[in-house]
């Protein structure tokens, strides 16, 4: 009864120091926000009198709009009018983040994150807008000069009002499992399945068959301000057209029939009169544009110039397996978070340029022959400000050059990147580097500019160009030699992937891993080829890779098994010893357990598989570490007894459609089994009512939800391609273990709300970086 007694007083204190936690501090009645350095309505009279002054700087500008006659002038001027209208969008989401906590249309529940994501996004714009005037000689450009002066300035104040690291309260809330209200599960689903013109919204087609024959006649018809998906399918063929999607037309599906079979092309370039902002062949700033299966090139050549192919500046974008060529200037990364997956990057000179928060994840990047006497560089990031929270960070990637550069690697230097602006901030982990990359790795803009103050890093890179030990000397340079400075560069950490990707249904590593085993990269080699299923288990990677995941899951369980035995053991002799004068001490405890199991299964999904479940194993332990701990070991249980399930069910498929499925389901069960056992290895050696506090709770509910959404996308698959018997027996084979792993989220999630956990708040390690960022 003392421990029952003493367990609700842990909690009703725990409770009170939260709230009392939770309480923003007061300045003269003002709210001094955790996110913010001044009180707010200080940081909203700045953020005033910033979008006034955007306001008439615009104003001054529309003045001269074809004024002139000239045609790379006009495209200068037009150019500023949609950034500084850009950056009167950022400030306003600003403004209104602010004052309503609870506004989500715009917001991935990290407000800090996102304060400091558009104000960055702000500030660059007026940047982009001067940059447009080269090659001109009006006066006009320093009447604008004027005013994109001072609303830099305006804007760079507001930047650092916003506290770049979260205080540990702020953390923790916004940790919690968050998708943005405009991104929804559907969308996941879309980017799993078969291409179909039955859950298109529009479909584009040369030949006359679909909707629209042009991509962009299908863009104007999506509604502007959608919170709903709209997806655009773009049959194969080669559609010659420059493409813009508008800021207002959020959440567009892009969704081709293959990187290789539709392709978007133009060959707008710098030397025809158009600035670099404007000769994107394909350019999006509506927030939410996820593309797939399709190709945005520009076909201008190097003697050209600046000639982009592709241009974001959506928020919360993703593009998978898509192909981004060009030659110099290739993918304009311009503003905001954006992630690429399984994508095929080409170009030459900076074709990897910009100054949006971007991760590049497991693509490859391919340098090709420039002009003569010219120089490759792969990246030209473009922080301009130090309190910007921009950069690029390339993660799992093969980086290397096109047939004709790999025949003679000599003959064209070819650098990892250089700094386009002062604060140039860029990291490459993980990655292989073939022998294009020259030994010095990183090139000068221009004499000592910004070697100082720049931020270049690699970790953990392989192959003939990683080699550290000829890299440049710049003061900015750094060898990363630990997992807490490149975990600042994660997909979770640097773009709060975790937040907002899983909606999208693109897939992700949200952490680091090992680096990539040279069979990987062969594979990447040669990302166009199919190769004929290998069986045998001694040369086939991913059965080897079954088969290792197979020996760790069983060790796992075994160990996880033997420590909830010990640990209720001890947890059960120690309360014989503190309650030996006691007249039923046995009963007491399974009391006790009782009542705790039924508090955290009565927050599950399914209480009663939760209690059959964990009552028949729980060695009537009382602690909710332990009997999350005994959980996460039925999931694992229920996992690998269906993991062999799709093989079994092969014979029965009726249909190519369906065997791809089944295969989908191997390695999205792989998957979850994966996601399982880093939670379980999280609590190896942790015992007692501090259970949690050793171990990052954040990432554990991250790891179960993507095990939870593997299971999910399994199931969407084999339904999309209308499996029949197949889908229903596999869904009553997968019933349990889809159970078992929602239990272990919502057990977790439940003792992280009674107050048990004190978890490290995740960003912690940022205070703890020997390196200045």
Request: charged content about 20%; hydrophobic content about 35%.
């Amino acid at each position: 009864m003392m421990k029952k007694v003493m367990f609700l007083i842990f909690l009703i204190f725990s409770s009170l120091l939260a709230n009392i936690g939770a309480a923003p501090p007061t300045n003269g009645g003002d709210d001094l926000y955790d996110d913010l350095k001044v009180p707010s309505s200080a940081f909203l009279s700045s953020l005033r009198t910033a979008i006034d002054e955007v306001g008439r700087v615009t104003s001054i500008i529309s003045k001269f709009i074809d004024v002139f006659g000239d045609f790379r002038l006009s495209n200068a001027v037009n150019d500023c009018m949609d950034l500084l209208d850009f950056s009167s969008d950022e400030l306003s989401m600003t403004a209104s983040a602010t004052q309503n906590h609870a506004a989500k249309d715009n917001s991935t529940g990290n407000r800090r994150s996102d304060l400091r994501t558009w104000l960055s996004a702000a500030l660059g714009n007026q940047d982009t807008c001067m940059d447009g005037f080269e090659g001109t000689n009006s006066f006009i450009k320093n009447i604008v000069g004027g005013g994109i002066v001072q609303v830099t300035s305006l804007v760079g104040e507001l930047l650092q009002m916003v506290n770049q690291v979260p205080s540990p309260q702020f953390q923790t809330n916004y940790r919690k499992q968050y998708s943005p209200s405009w991104m929804k599960p559907r969308d996941r689903r879309l980017l799993q399945t078969p291409i179909s013109t039955s859950w298109a919204d529009a479909v584009v087609a040369l030949d006359g068959s679909g909707n629209y024959t042009s991509v962009g006649n299908a863009v104007k018809s999506v509604p502007d301000l959608s919170t709903k998906r709209f997806v655009i399918y773009v049959k194969r063929g080669v559609y010659k057209e420059n493409v813009e999607i508008k800021k207002k037309k959020w959440n567009i599906m892009l969704v081709g029939d293959g990187m290789n079979s539709t392709i978007i092309t133009g060959n707008r370039n710098f030397v025809d009169g158009w600035t670099t902002f404007r000769s994107a062949t394909f350019a999006v700033a509506g927030q939410g544009f996820i593309a797939r299966d399709i190709t945005f090139e520009n076909t201008a050549g190097p003697e050209k110039h600046q000639a982009v192919a592709l241009r974001c500046d959506s928020d919360l974008s993703a593009f998978y397996r898509c192909g981004i060529h060009g030659y110099q200037d290739t993918l304009y990364a311009h503003s905001l978070r954006q992630f690429y997956r399984e994508c095929v990057i080409t170009g030459t000179v900076d074709f990897i340029f910009g100054n949006g928060a971007v991760v590049i994840q497991n693509c490859q990047i391919i340098a090709r022959k420039p002009l003569p006497q010219q120089k490759n560089s792969i990246t030209a990031q473009g922080r301009k400000d130090p309190n910007q929270n921009t950069g690029f960070s390339i993660q799992f990637c093969n980086i290397t050059g096109d047939s004709d550069l790999l025949a003679s690697p000599n003959s064209t230097a070819t650098y990892l990147g250089r700094p386009w602006k002062e604060y140039s901030k860029t990291v490459i982990m993980q990655s292989y580097m073939s022998n294009v990359i020259r030994s010095e790795g990183w090139l000068e803009w221009q004499g000592n500019f910004a070697l100082d103050t720049l931020f270049y890093g690699e970790y953990m890179n392989f192959g003939p160009g990683a080699s550290l030990s000829n890299r440049v000397k710049w003061p900015g340079f750094h060898a990363l030699n630990n997992s807490n400075q490149a975990t600042n560069f994660t997909v979770s950490q640097f773009i709060d992937g975790n937040l907002w990707l899983p909606s999208t249904g693109v897939r992700f590593t949200a952490d680091l891993q090992p680096p990539i085993p040279m069979d990987s990269i062969n594979a990447l080699k040669g990302y166009n080829k199919v190769s004929e299923p290998n069986l045998d288990t001694t040369n086939n990677p991913s059965l080897r890779k079954a088969r290792t995941r197979l020996i760790i899951s069983i060790s796992t369980l075994v160990l996880l098994t033997t420590l909830i035995i010990i640990a209720s053991i001890a947890y059960a002799s120690l309360s014989d010893k503190s309650e030996d004068t006691k007249e039923n001490p046995t009963s007491s405890s399974t009391s006790s357990s009782d009542e705790t199991l039924r508090s955290l299964c009565k927050a599950t999904q399914h209480p009663n598989t939760c209690l059959s479940t964990l009552s028949n194993n729980s060695h009537t332990s009382s602690d909710p570490v332990e009997l999350f701990k005994l959980s996460l070991k039925v999931s694992l249980d229920g996992l690998l007894n269906v993991s062999s399930v799709p093989k079994r069910m092969m014979p029965k498929a009726n249909g190519k459609g369906v065997e791809s499925a089944l295969r989908d389901c191997e390695g999205l069960i792989g998957d979850a089994i994966d996601g399982v056992n880093k939670s379980v290895e999280c609590f190896v050696g942790v015992v007692g009512e501090e259970g949690l506090s050793e171990v990052k709770v954040s990432d554990v509910r991250t790891w179960l939800s993507a095990a939870l959404t593997d299971q999910e996308t399994c199931l969407d698959g084999l339904e999309e391609v209308g499996s029949g018997g197949v889908g229903d027996e596999m869904r009553v084979a997968m019933n349990e273990s889809v159970e078992f792993v929602s239990n272990s989220l919502a057990i977790v999630a439940k003792i992280v709300e009674m107050g048990r956990s004190v978890s490290v708040p995740p960003h912690r390690k940022l205070l703890r970086i020997s390196v200045k960022l």
